[in-house]
């Protein structure tokens, strides 16, 4: 069982909403990254943050931002909900950047 | 982003036999990762390799990390159904902190 804590596990939105996915770090991990997996895609590197503190950021618009809380503890919001975003959206800890990554389960996100 | 090229896209092959798989990149890489996803699951860690040469083994799971920094290798010997899923690889270059992920390789594995 991963150690990693994605809530919810499954969300229906429509287009237009705006979302916020939660994820709970393995305890100790204070690294956390954020990634959208798709058919087509594959796994789509959002962000991770440190500390409190956004480090890296893929190529996504706007529209997808983070945060993590001093518990380590990271949501990430999607606003303004597009069809495409529909997809599993899975977090990762470590205990720092340069560390291999734990993953949770996910989010299944869909948008109708 | 950089690009990972993840082959075969996806194998069949009977229970009992030795599986091979690879991952190679333009960019050297300092971290090579191997992972496991199953379906409605989140990719499990399997093997993690740290230096060019290098050789870990996971039980019937062995990984390389190619001598060049620019590939690496995953073998499964004597596969058994369980070993279905999607397997992943994922590189850290050098310059940066991010894990660059590969498309995947599906093994089916047939009793």
């Known amino acids: 069982k991963a150690g990693v804590t994605q809530t919810p596990r499954y969300l229906i939105k429509t287009r237009g909403q705006q979302v916020t996915l939660s994820c709970s770090p393995i305890s100790g991990h204070r690294s956390v990254s954020w990634y959208q997996q798709t058919p087509g895609q594959g796994l789509q590197f959002l962000f991770e943050y440190f500390s409190e503190t956004q480090r890296n950021k893929g190529n996504f618009p706007g529209r997808f931002s983070g945060r993590q809380f001093s518990n380590s503890r990271s949501e990430m919001n999607v606003s303004t909900l597009e069809l495409g975003d529909s997809a599993l959206y899975l977090c990762?800890?470590?205990?720092?950047?340069?560390?291999?990554?734990?993953f949770g389960d996910g989010t299944r996100l869909s948008i109708l | 982003g950089q690009q990972l090229n993840q082959s075969p896209q996806s194998m069949f092959i009977q229970e009992g036999e030795d599986v091979s798989m690879n991952c190679t990149s333009s960019?050297?890489?300092?971290?090579w990762l191997w992972y496991k996803q199953e379906p409605g699951e989140g990719p499990v860690l399997l093997i993690a390799l740290y230096k060019a040469g290098e050789l870990t083994s996971n039980g019937r799971l062995t990984a390389q990390f190619g001598i060049t920094r620019k590939d690496s290798f995953l073998n499964i010997s004597a596969s058994i159904p369980s070993d279905v899923g999607i397997y992943f690889c994922a590189g850290q270059a050098d310059t940066g902190n991010q894990f660059y992920f590969g498309t995947g390789t599906s093994l089916t594995v047939i009793p």
């Open positions: 990762a800890s470590s205990f720092g950047p340069n560390q291999p990554q734990h």
């Open positions: 960019s050297i890489f300092n971290t």
